[in-house]
């Protein structure tokens, strides 16, 4: 009898424990780094399918109020104004000015006026979704992924999680345009054939709990926000982003995922990217992801490359036409990160009001017109043996001491070689027995594709011509006589493409 009191208390003191340990961990299971590790693991054993990595180009778009104000200082990103705003710093190229855009706020708005007042003002009253995909389809695009919610918290479908804590209505469902503006969007591009996916920001710069640190904000928050948007539109691809203030034990996203891969509507053919939890990045989850670089990635994984048309995701309205990519460098830069095995994933930002502005449309129909004529090239290839073929000089073309580099850095590695520097003379790329030469400029009467062997039964192209080409074997490769250039042909002179059919290899 003297042992019934201890244990009982015991038994009181553990039972009490782990009610506060639910408590505490708003009712989520014990998380430990072993436990982080096991799932990863089965997440990165995950085979990405076929459709994403034979894509190689998709559409980005980045929506929401930042879209009303729509300015910041050209090399920013004018979808963080409400960082800008708020914490009176910033960052990108041009050694931007920290107080720019709290001037640019007062001047315009008015000194009591607030980031959350955009809300209303972003009507889309002009949004025509069925019109976006049939332009993206005109690009050549394969897939797009919307921004469903942004770091500013604003979710772009009626979702009541939006509102947690905040006192405000703060979904496009309840404010602005009082309608769900993703539902159309996911029916419009599978309309069109396109795969449709969506980009979700884990963190929330101003959300009360997460400034609090309180886990409120990962169990009652971040995870059921999460599931309401994938079982109500059951995206083919998810691109997350904002996670490199914590760890995986704060975010427990390999728990997250492991729902996703094994109980979610889209369970069995669901994409995702690598930015799950701080040191996530190239090193875990599904395909890779460069943002405003240069370098591609090595390794087996696919990966993606995402940038805007000029230095900004969000629309910039303080960008001018010298700030935007060139058609041919849009396309040499698809044809560069094809060769080394990446996807382009190429963003427009849309106005408030929800049309794309026009020299955004005409750079999409631009790259669509070259594409149509050479996109066998493109889609469904796998990288040769080397990439490039560089002309002789150096090839170390060190990044620039910018925060992003602008795609017109491909016309410098090609066409426009600095003194001195190599060019890359032509991209490869390979598919089904043939080996795809894509020339930057018209090489004149011949071209030497130096390391390529063919075989007796060989065949060589320009696309966009008809009959073959001679050619012949030489000690350094293949000779290949160019025929004569017709400027009123069918040829796009953003770049030229060569078959050459039963290589060797």
């Not at 960082?83 to 708020?86: R, T, Y």
């Not at 599978?190 to 884990?202: F, N, T």
């Not at 999409?364 to 050479?374: K, V």
């Given at each position: 009898?003297k042992?019934a009191?201890?244990i009982l208390?015991?038994a009181?003191?553990?039972?009490?424990t782990a009610?506060?340990?639910q408590k505490?961990?708003?009712?989520?299971?014990?998380y430990?780094?072993?436990?982080?590790k096991?799932?990863w693991e089965?997440i990165d054993?995950r085979?990405?399918p076929?459709?994403?990595q034979?894509?190689?180009?998709?559409i980005?778009?980045?929506?929401?109020p930042?879209?009303?104000?729509?300015w910041?200082p050209v090399?920013?990103y004018?979808?963080?104004y409400q960082?800008?705003?708020?914490s009176?710093s910033i960052?990108g190229n041009?050694n931007p000015?920290?107080m720019?855009?709290?001037?640019?706020q007062?001047?315009?708005?008015g000194?009591e006026?607030s980031?959350?007042?955009?809300a209303?003002?972003f009507?889309a009253?002009l949004y025509?979704?069925?019109s976006?995909?049939k332009?993206f389809?005109?690009?050549?695009a394969?897939?797009?992924?919307l921004?469903?919610?942004?770091h500013d918290?604003?979710?772009?479908w009626?979702n009541q999680?939006?509102?947690?804590?905040r006192?405000?209505?703060?979904?496009?469902?309840?404010?602005?345009p009082k309608?769900?503006?993703?539902?159309?969007?996911?029916l419009?591009m599978?309309?069109?054939?396109?795969?449709?996916?969506?980009?979700?920001?884990?963190y929330?710069?101003?959300?009360?709990w997460?400034l609090?640190?309180?886990?409120r904000f990962?169990?009652?928050h971040?995870?059921?926000?999460?599931?309401e948007?994938?079982n109500?539109?059951t995206?083919?691809?998810?691109f997350?982003?904002g996670?490199?203030d914590h760890g995986?034990?704060?975010?427990r996203?390999g728990?997250?995922?492991?729902?996703?891969?094994?109980?979610?509507p889209c369970?069995?053919y669901v994409?995702i990217?690598?930015r799950w939890f701080k040191?996530?990045?190239h090193?875990?989850g599904g395909y890779?992801t460069?943002?405003?670089e240069?370098e591609g990635?090595e390794?087996?994984k696919p990966w993606e490359?995402?940038?805007?048309?000029?230095f900004?995701?969000?629309?910039?309205r303080?960008?001018?036409?010298e700030d935007y990519t060139?058609p041919?460098a849009?396309v040499?830069?698809?044809c560069?990160?094809?060769?080394?095995?990446?996807n382009l994933?190429?963003?427009v930002?849309?106005k408030?009001d929800?049309t794309i502005?026009?020299?955004?449309?005409e750079r999409?129909?631009?790259?669509?017109?070259?594409?149509?004529?050479?996109g066998?090239?493109?889609y469904g290839?796998?990288?040769?043996k080397?990439?490039?073929?560089?002309?002789?000089g150096?090839?170390d073309?060190?990044?620039k001491?910018v925060?992003?580099v602008?795609g017109?850095?491909?016309l410098?590695q090609?066409i426009r070689p600095?003194?001195?520097?190599?060019?890359?003379?032509?991209?490869?790329t390979?598919?089904?027995g043939?080996?795809y030469?894509?020339l930057?400029?018209?090489?004149?009467n011949?071209i030497v594709?130096?390391?390529?062997q063919?075989s007796?039964d060989s065949?060589v192209?320009?696309?966009?011509?008809?009959?073959?080409?001679?050619?012949e074997?030489?000690?350094?490769g293949?000779?290949?006589?160019?025929?004569?250039?017709n400027p009123?042909?069918?040829l796009v002179?953003?770049?030229?493409?060569l078959?050459?059919?039963?290589?060797?290899?």
């Open positions: 009898m042992l009191v201890p208390f015991i009181l003191f553990f039972s009490s009610v506060f340990g505490n961990n708003n009712d989520l299971p014990p430990s780094e072993r436990t982080s096991k799932l089965k054993k085979e990405i076929s459709w994403y034979n894509a190689k180009f998709g980005f778009i980045h929506w929401g930042y879209a009303v104000p729509s910041s090399g920013t004018t979808e963080w960082k800008w705003l708020e009176r960052f041009n000015d920290p720019a855009i709290p001037h640019f007062n001047s315009v708005y000194e006026s980031y959350y007042d955009f209303k003002m009507k009253e025509n979704p069925e976006w995909a332009l389809k005109r690009a050549g394969k897939y797009v992924v921004t469903s919610k942004h918290g604003f979710t772009l009626p999680h939006a509102q947690d804590m006192e405000m209505e703060w979904n496009a469902g309840e404010v602005g309608k769900d503006l993703i539902a159309p969007y996911m419009a599978k309309k069109e054939g396109l795969k449709a996916g969506l980009y979700y920001s884990l929330e710069w101003y959300h009360p997460y609090d640190s309180d886990p990962v169990s009652q971040y995870h059921p926000q999460f599931k948007l994938v109500r539109y995206p083919d691809l998810i997350a982003d996670e490199w995986d034990s704060y975010w996203s728990e997250l995922l492991t729902w996703l891969y094994e109980e979610s369970k069995d994409v990217n690598d040191g996530c990045r090193q875990h890779r460069t943002e405003y240069v990635m390794g087996d490359e995402n940038r805007g048309m000029g900004s995701y969000g629309y910039n303080a960008e001018n036409i060139s041919k849009m040499l830069m698809l560069d990160l094809v060769s080394m095995g990446g994933l190429l963003n930002g849309p408030s929800g502005p026009v020299i955004m449309q999409l129909l631009q790259i669509g017109h070259w594409l149509d004529l050479n066998e090239a493109i290839t796998i990288k040769w080397k990439p490039f073929q560089w002309s002789a150096d090839r073309y060190k990044k001491n925060s992003y602008g017109d850095y491909i410098d090609t600095p003194k001195g520097m190599a060019a890359k003379e032509v991209f490869f390979y598919k089904d043939s080996l030469a894509i930057p400029k018209w090489p004149g011949e594709l130096r390391d390529v063919v007796k065949k192209t320009l696309l966009g011509i008809d009959g073959f080409l001679s050619f074997d030489d000690k350094e293949v000779i290949v006589t160019m025929p004569t250039y009123n042909g069918k002179d953003y770049a030229y493409v078959k050459i059919e039963n290589i060797r290899l």
